[in-house]
C-alpha cells in the first residue's frame, strides 16, 4: 500500500535551517511528484512546494523563493525540504502529499502524516 | 493566485441532519475542484476530486456539486464520525494550489 513516512517533530531557532524527510513506499516512485504543504497551529493549509520525481523539477510558491529546496534521492525512495532561515511564523506541521501534475485531477490522493516544526528561541 | 473562499468558516448540526458547506474561487477553475477532510491530529484525506467523484472507501452520504466558480460539499446524514474540517482546493491554475480557510463541522 501506499505509504508516505516523515521524519520526527524539530525544535529549531530562529534564523536556523529545518530539514524534513519524507519516506514513499507502495508505488512507483518516479511516477508521482511529491507536494509539501503546510498547516500552522489552528490555522488553514498553505502549499509550499513541490518536486517533480520524473523530471527531476522543483516550483515553489513565490513567497517561499529563495527560503525553500527540495531535494530527492531516488536509491532511497526519500524527499527532503530543507527551509532555511526559520522565523517563529514559520512553526507549523509540514506535510508531504503525492500528487500529479501533467494530467488527471492534480489532487493530492496520499498524505504523510506531519511534522511539527517549532521556531523557538 | 485563485483565491477560495468557504462559508461557513463553523457550523453545528444534530446526527442525521443535511449539511452543506460552499466554495467559491475567485476565478473560474473548471471542475479542478477538490474536498479534504480533517480530524484533529491527522493529516488531511481526499474525499472528493473533480468537484463531484467521490473517493474509493468514502461513504456515500457524501457528495459534491457545481462548476466555475460555485461549488458544494454535502453530507446527506450526519454521523458523529464526520466531525472535523473540511478544506476545498483548486487545482486549476496551477502552481500554486490554494485551499479554501476551511469549515469546522461540529457535532450538536
Known amino acids: 500500500q501506499v505509504q508516505l513516512v516523515q521524519s520526527g517533530a524539530e525544535v529549531t531557532k530562529p534564523g536556523a535551517s529545518v530539514k524534513v524527510s519524507c519516506k514513499a513506499s507502495?508505488?512507483?516512485?518516479?511516477?508521482?511528484?511529491i507536494h509539501w504543504v503546510r498547516q500552522a497551529p489552528g490555522q488553514g493549509l498553505e502549499w509550499v512546494g513541490l518536486?517533480?520525481?520524473?523530471?527531476?523539477?522543483?516550483s515553489y510558491a513565490e513567497r517561499f523563493q529563495g527560503r525553500v529546496t527540495m531535494t530527492a534521492d531516488t536509491s532511497t525512495r526519500t524527499v527532503y525540504m530543507e527551509m532555511t532561515n526559520q522565523r517563529s511564523d514559520d512553526t507549523a506541521t509540514y506535510y508531504c502529499?503525492?500528487?500529479?501534475?501533467?494530467?488527471?485531477?492534480?489532487?493530492?490522493?496520499?498524505w504523510g502524516q506531519g511534522t511539527l516544526v517549532r521556531v523557538s528561541s | 493566485d485563485i483565491q477560495m473562499t468557504q462559508s461557513p468558516s463553523s457550523l453545528s448540526a444534530s446526527v442525521g441532519d443535511r449539511v452543506t458547506i460552499t466554495c467559491r474561487a475567485s476565478?473560474?477553475?473548471?471542475?479542478?475542484l477538490h474536498w479534504y477532510q480533517q480530524k484533529p491530529g491527522e493529516a488531511p484525506k481526499v474525499l472528493i476530486c473533480?468537484?463531484?467523484i467521490l473517493q474509493s472507501g468514502v461513504p456515500s452520504r457524501f457528495s459534491g456539486g457545481g462548476s466555475g466558480t460555485d461549488f458544494t460539499l454535502t453530507i446527506s446524514s450526519l454521523q458523529p464520525e464526520d466531525s472535523a474540517t473540511y478544506f476545498c482546493?483548486?487545482?486549476?491554475?496551477?502552481?500554486?494550489?490554494?485551499f479554501g480557510q476551511g469549515t469546522k463541522v461540529e457535532i450538536k
Open positions: 476565478q473560474p477553475i473548471s471542475n479542478y
Open positions: 482546493q483548486q487545482a486549476y491554475r496551477t502552481p500554486p494550489w490554494t
Open positions: 518536486i517533480n520525481l520524473s523530471l527531476g523539477s522543483t
Open positions: 502529499a503525492r500528487g500529479i501534475v501533467n494530467r488527471g485531477w492534480r489532487h493530492f490522493d496520499y
Open positions: 507502495g508505488y512507483l516512485f518516479s511516477d508521482y511528484c
Open positions: 473533480g468537484a463531484s
